[in-house]
């Protein structure tokens, strides 16, 4: 589960209209998952990150632990 200060920082972000912060913030929580051992929901974060992101014309896709281990 994400951090109060993750949860607090999603809203203000979003409430802010920052963009940017908002997929900063949501990235930073899947990648605390992922320390944590959630593998799966951390990727589905970064999925949905992705598809938001896309869906705005905002940069490219974040890599997967697969995508990284391919390179």
């Known amino acids: 589960m994400a951090s ?20 900063s913030v949501a990235m930073q929580v899947a990648a605390h998952e992922a320390k944590r051992g959630h593998g799966k929901l951390a990727q589905e974060l970064r999925a949905i990150i992705d598809d938001a ?8 896709p ?5 995508a990284r281990a391919a390179s």
């Open 4 to 23: 109060a200060e993750h949860v607090k920082a999603l809203l203000k972000s979003h409430l802010d209209g920052d963009d940017d912060r908002f997929y």
């Open 53 to 60: 992101k896309s869906r705005r014309g905002l940069g490219s």
């Open 62 to 66: 974040v890599p997967t632990s697969d």
